[in-house]
């Protein structure tokens, strides 16, 4: 039986390189949901440019994942699923949370670390993965619970004091990086709905995977590095200013 019969997930089954560009998603449940969130995204942030061109930037972002061919081709190569995941929470997610007012998030930086960090491995577990790509309320679920436990993670760390935010940031970026790492060195394919479909695309099942994991140890991994880093200038930046002040 041919992979597309078995997994025929949220996007469409696996397409073949000259399919890619026809294949828009269209579905009007998501079209409207995107809808509303850009309405009322949109009018919250009205008063406040900055904050509406964070919003904007978001919702384009969740429009090329879901809606353009990529949403396509994440479910034939699961090395653009992986950029679909990192896409989600570490460019979408903080935009939006940059998007809101800064407000403490109940449990933390500390819980909600732990928490997403909990659901970015739970979904990178073959059965779970193989279930989401065979359900289409599971697909959801997984999407919704990444997007939403990254952005708790993302509001949480922008209330926190700098060494809190440093903290859950670099942990972020050290659970990642393991979990790339042991997608890169494994000597065998994990994920069966990706057993077919890489070798239109020029790759192994073995090397999408491979691929997937590198991806998310160095460029993903990274984002957080980055974030860390921001965070840790801007600190020194004020403490500087703070001791140059004239008594």
């Known amino acids: 039986m041919s992979e597309s019969a078995v997994w025929i997930p949220y996007c469409g089954a696996a397409p073949l390189p000259a399919e890619l560009a026809a294949r828009w998603n269209f579905d009007p449940i998501l079209l409207g949901a995107l809808t509303i969130a850009a309405f009322l995204g949109l009018r919250f942030s009205a008063a406040s440019p900055a904050l509406r061109w964070r919003f904007v930037l978001a919702m384009a972002l969740l429009f090329l994942l879901f809606v353009s061919p990529f949403c396509a081709l994440t479910s034939a190569l699961f090395s653009a699923r992986t950029v679909h995941h990192l896409s989600l929470t570490a460019l979408a997610a903080p935009l939006l949370a940059a998007a809101l ?12 670390a732990g928490v997403h960090a909990a659901t970015l491995w739970l979904w990178h577990a073959p059965p779970a993965y193989e279930a989401a790509l065979s359900s289409h309320a599971v697909y959801w679920l997984m999407q919704a619970s990444l997007l939403l436990t990254a952005l708790a993670l993302w509001r949480a760390v922008r209330a926190a004091p700098p060494t809190g935010a440093i903290f859950a940031l670099l942990a972020t970026m050290v659970q990642m990086g393991l979990l790339g790492a042991l997608l890169t060195f494994s000597a065998t394919p994990f994920y069966a709905p990706h057993a077919l479909a890489p070798l239109a695309w020029g790759l192994s099942p073995l090397e999408d995977q491979q691929l997937a994991g590198l991806i998310m140890w160095a460029p993903g991994a990274g984002l957080y590095l980055a974030a860390a880093l921001t965070i840790l200038a801007r600190w020194f930046s004020a403490e500087q200013a703070a001791t140059s002040r004239p008594a």
Do not use: A, D
């Open 101 to 112: 007012p800064v407000r403490s998030v109940p449990g933390g930086w500390g819980l909600w």
